[in-house]
Structure formats: structure tokens, C-alpha cells
């Protein structure tokens, strides 16, 4: 009975001392990555960020990747394997337990941006880690393969992936398929 009563004290002393380490739900905090150079990517980011209650990091690619030079260079860098300039990231991605990186496809490849995200942050492996990519209509799988093997170094992991196709970008058809990735990553 005395120890019963001890327990009781002191269960109401953590409570009253310690609350949210006894009620949080330990819920994972998720970091989405991503570069876009004309918008698509940026939107599913959005969306994912949303649904994950995420935070959202967009790459800024230094080098210029618009008008008909811009668009050349960007698919010359792309297929190369190019690294490039980005700006520096606002937020840490050592303060989150899931990142989720995406990357538009070039010609099947990652772009230079997110490329050279995973190679200056090689510490992401760690994490647990989702893949979303978008494309007109092809490539994007042979994109993420890329980015996984960038990320765990040849390693055959395999990530969550979610590949977009222009197809896939309505509300109903995007809304599932992210619904499936989610669950794929937070249990
Ligand atoms: C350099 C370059 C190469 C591309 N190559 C392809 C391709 O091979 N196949 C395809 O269907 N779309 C291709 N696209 C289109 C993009 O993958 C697609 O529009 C993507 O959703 C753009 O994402 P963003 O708006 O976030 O930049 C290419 C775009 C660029 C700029």
C-alpha cells in the first residue's frame, strides 16, 4: 500500500513537472526539400508539406535556368551530372527525423540543384528519407533511381518514391498517391 501510494506521487510529480514528455505523441518532424524551376514541383511540395505539417526548404539554384540559354545549360548540366551553386538553406535538415526531397526530371536526371543538396548535406542518409519528383511524361522514375543511389552512395536502399507525371497533377489522382507515400513513411 505505501508503495503504491509512493508511485502514485510520483507519477503526479512527473506530470506536474514533465508534461509534454509524458502526453507528446512524438510526432516525427518532416523537412521537405525541393527545387522547381517553373512552379509544378514547388506545388506538390505544398501539398506535401500540408500533409506531413512540414516545413519546406526550396532550393535556389545560383546559376540561370530560364529563357532558351537558361533551359540548354539546364539540360547539358543535368545529363553531366553537374554540380552548381545553391543558396544557403535556411533550415537545418539535422533538425528533422523525415526529409522528403524533390526534383523535377532533366532529361531523366536529378537536377543540379537537388544533386548538389544530397551532396553537401551526405548526412541526410541518416534520416528517413522520401523521394517525389515531377515530369512532363517521362523520366521521372530513372530520376529517383538516381537520386537514391546519390543519396546512400550506390547502396541499393529504396526510398518511398512518389513519381509525377503531368497526368497525375489533378487534385484526386495527386491527393491519393500522396496519401499512399505518407503512409509509406509515417506509420
Ligand atoms: C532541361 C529540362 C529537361 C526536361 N526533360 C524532360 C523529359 O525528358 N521528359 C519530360 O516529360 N519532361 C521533361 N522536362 C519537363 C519537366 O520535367 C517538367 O515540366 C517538370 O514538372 C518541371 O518541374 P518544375 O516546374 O518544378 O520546374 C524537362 C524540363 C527541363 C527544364
Not at 510526432?27 to 516545413?55: C, I, W
Not at 522520401?130 to 517521362?138: A, D, H, S, Y
Amino acid at each position: 500500500m505505501m508503495m503504491r501510494l509512493i508511485f502514485v506521487k510520483l507519477f503526479l510529480l512527473c506530470v506536474l513537472f514533465f508534461p509534454s514528455e509524458i502526453f507528446s505523441q512524438n510526432t516525427p518532424q518532416v523537412l521537405v526539400v525541393y527545387y522547381s524551376r517553373t512552379g509544378t514541383t514547388h506545388m506538390v511540395a505544398e501539398k506535401l508539406a500540408k500533409k506531413f505539417n512540414a516545413d519546406t526548404e526550396r532550393l535556389i539554384d545560383r546559376r540561370k535556368r530560364t529563357g532558351p540559354v537558361g533551359f540548354s545549360r539546364a539540360g547539358k548540366d543535368a545529363l553531366a551530372g553537374n554540380l552548381t551553386e545553391i543558396e544557403p538553406l535556411v533550415l537545418d535538415p539535422q533538425n528533422y527525423d523525415i526529409i522528403l526531397i524533390g526534383t523535377p526530371s532533366w532529361f531523366g536526371n536529378v537536377t543540379p540543384a537537388v544533386r548538389t543538396f544530397v551532396t553537401q548535406y551526405d548526412d541526410v542518409s541518416s534520416k528517413k528519407i522520401g523521394l517525389f519528383g515531377t515530369t512532363n511524361k517521362t523520366g521521372v522514375e530513372n530520376a529517383l533511381v538516381q537520386l537514391a543511389e546519390l543519396i546512400s552512395d550506390k547502396q541499393t536502399i529504396e526510398y518511398p518514391t512518389l513519381p509525377l507525371q503531368s497526368r497525375d497533377l489533378n487534385e484526386k489522382v495527386l491527393n491519393k498517391k500522396i496519401d499512399l507515400f505518407y503512409k509509406k513513411l509515417v506509420p
